[in-house]
């Protein structure tokens, strides 16, 4: 479970530098990704400077016919971007998700069925299974060296 490891939560207030522009947060660089590769980097400044993390979405959705052609198949790559962005750029939660050994991570959100576990923990958990790719990837840069 996740419980007391908020800032494995992309949107927590870490910010990440990305492309020589600094987000408030990995949630928003996920977000200006979809516009990002489309070239859109006007509406991904918009994101970027966007302050509260829950108007962040909203903004996305209501430009999304700018966004990249079929991006709903790339998310997956964009949160493992934005996730080793953030986590390469703090060491200290690099540290903690390292120490998280080989447990199961769970993003325990009723809300959310898609990122998280789902109300009846059904859900498909897609950021416990991205923190956990970006876990092995961790490790295995680590061996490299």
């Known amino acids: 479970m996740l419980t007391g490891h908020d800032g494995f939560l992309p ?11 600094l987000y408030p947060s990995a949630f ?8 990002l590769r489309n070239g859109r980097h006007d509406i991904a400044a918009q994101i970027r400077t966007t302050e509260n993390p829950a108007d962040v ?4 959705e209501r430009m ?13 790559e964009y949160m493992d971007e934005a996730l080793y962005a953030k986590f390469t750029q703090h060491p200290q939660l690099r540290e903690l998700l390292l120490n998280t050994g080989v447990a199961d991570l769970i993003y325990a959100e009723a809300t959310d069925p ?6 009846l923990g ?4 897609h950021l416990g299974i ?13 061996a490299e060296r």
């Open 57 to 60: 979405h909203p903004l996305s």
């Open 114 to 119: 898609v990122w998280g576990e789902g109300r």
């Open 130 to 142: 991205a923190l956990r790719r970006l876990r092995e990837r961790l490790r295995a840069e680590m």
């Open 64 to 76: 999304k016919e700018f966004a990249k052609a079929g991006f709903e198949r790339e998310l997956m």
């Open 122 to 125: 059904q859900g498909m958990n």
């Open 11 to 21: 949107h927590s207030p870490h910010t990440v530098l990305y492309g020589g522009e």
């Open 28 to 35: 928003h660089l996920f977000e200006a990704l979809k516009f």
